[in-house]
C-alpha cells in the first residue's frame, strides 16, 4: 500500500525514525569507509567541529559512550593525529578533548559529505516538505536530554 506521495504507507511515526536513523548509520559507515576511519571516529569528529574541545565528561553523554569506551576511542584518534587532550584551565583534574588542524580538516570534510549525502535524499521533495521535516526534527531533537 501506497501513500498519496508514493511512499509505502503504514510504517508509522517511530517506525520511519528508526529507518531514518538506519539510513543516517549507513551514511555514516560509507563515508567513514572512504576516509579511512570508523564511523565512531567520524561521529567524534563531527561532535568536536562545534567548539573549543569538549571535557571527557560531555563528551560521554553527546557520544552515548561509558568512559571506557570513550577513553578507547579518544586514544585511537589522538594515534592518528586527530585530537589532543588539553588540560581544562577551570579543573586541573580534568582534560578537554579538541581537534588538531589534521583532524579539523578531516572533520570538515566528514561532516560535508554526511550532509550533501542525506541532502541529496530529500533533492526532488517540495521545500515545504522538507522545512517542515526539519523543523519538525529540530523540536524532537530540543528535547533530549
Do not use: N, W, Y
Not at 589522538?78 to 582534560?95: H, I, N, W
Not at 588538531?100 to 572533520?107: F, H, Q
Not at 550532509?115 to 522545512?131: K, N, S, W
Amino acid at each position: 500500500m501506497k501513500s498519496e506521495t508514493g511512499a509505502p504507507a503504514g510504517l508509522g511515526f517511530a517506525a520511519t525514525l528508526v529507518r531514518m536513523s538506519h539510513l543516517v548509520q549507513h551514511v555514516f559507515a560509507d563515508v567513514s569507509r572512504e576516509r579511512d576511519i570508523t564511523p565512531q571516529q567520524a561521529h567524534l569528529l563531527c561532535v568536536l567541529t562545534s567548539g573549543d574541545g569538549i571535557g571527557m565528561t560531555d563528551l560521554s553523554r553527546l557520544l552515548h559512550l561509558e568512559k571506557p569506551s570513550l577513553t578507547g576511542l579518544v586514544d585511537r584518534a589522538e594515534r592518528r593525529g586527530l585530537v589532543r587532550r588539553v588540560r581544562d584551565d577551570a579543573d586541573r583534574r580534568a582534560c578537554r578533548v579538541e581537534l588538531t588542524p589534521e583532524g579539523l580538516d578531516l572533520a570538515v570534510r566528514v561532516h560535508a559529505e554526511i550532509v550533501g549525502r542525506l541532502e541529496a535524499l530529500a533533492a526532488d521533495l517540495p521545500g515545504e516538505d522538507v522545512l517542515r521535516v526539519a523543523d519538525t526534527l529540530t523540536v524532537l531533537l530540543a528535547r533530549t536530554p
